[in-house]
């Protein structure tokens, strides 16, 4: 589990000093302005905020009186879109990677083949915990993390920008190591068992998939993200 601060004050002040936070929790039903002043610092500093019920926080906070309010911290800070699009040629876009052992995996395979950023939706995602840096063997130095509210929105900004975006889906119409890819490059994976949801998809410009021989019909995201990735670099090498 990621660091937390729990209670009114406590995390009002994590957010007044603008600290790296995942997501605030607010039991439901709580209210005042203090409630309120929290509420409304998180959509100015762009922290996800949810309602659970009280009991959900009781668990979470591991017996530490929590006043109804949790925050979350990252590992590491997030950064802005307009940060890595500067003379990028690969990002990588997840869609729904919930598991953090699958993100933080993706984060090193990302680096190890060149990409220049990873970008992760606010909700139906893993936060950056120490479980993900763990797992991402010391890429999360290295690799910035984008965090967007809507990952659709983010694929057409990206086209603006004269991305090629590419989408791993199992029914895709063209073979991995078949495919061409054009720079700058974004390559867009789905959650577990998932996959990429129908809305991503219409925004892709090609949809690709990996041929399985076996009866099981689709890989764990991370190994998916290394083989379509390692493809990427290695044609792209060759292109130079």
């Not at 892709?204 to 990735?229: E, H, K, Q």
Request: contains cysteine; charged residues 25%; hydrophobic residues 45%.
């Amino acid at each position: 589990m990621s660091r937390f601060s729990v209670g009114v004050n406590p995390v009002r002040e994590a957010l007044r000093a603008n600290r790296p936070l995942d997501k605030v929790l607010i039991a439901k039903g709580a209210s005042g302005l203090r409630i309120q002043e929290i509420v409304d610092l998180c959509r100015e500093r762009n922290v996800p905020v949810r309602f659970e019920s009280r009991d959900a926080l009781d668990r979470m906070s591991k017996g530490v009186p929590h006043q109804g309010v949790i925050a979350f911290g990252a590992a590491h800070d997030y950064v802005e879109l307009d940060d890595v699009l500067e003379g990028a040629k690969l990002l990588v876009i997840l869609d729904g990677v919930e598991d953090p052992h699958n993100l933080g995996a993706i984060i090193r395979t990302a680096h190890a083949a060149g990409a220049n950023a990873v970008i992760v939706p606010e909700r139906r995602a893993a936060p950056l915990t120490e479980t993900v840096e763990k797992a991402a063997a010391g890429a999360l130095e290295y690799l910035p993390i984008v965090r967007v509210t809507n990952v659709s929105q983010t694929i057409e900004r990206l086209k603006q920008q004269n991305f090629w975006i590419y989408g791993l889906e199992e029914r895709g119409t063209a073979v991995y190591d078949q495919v061409e890819f054009s720079l700058p490059t974004a390559i867009v994976l789905g959650g577990e068992g998932k996959g990429l949801h129908q809305a991503v998809q219409k925004h892709c410009d090609l949809l690709v998939r990996i041929p399985m021989a076996g009866a099981v019909s689709s890989l764990n995201v991370s190994v998916a993200a290394g083989i379509i990735l390692f493809e990427w670099r290695r044609r792209s090498n060759r292109s130079q």
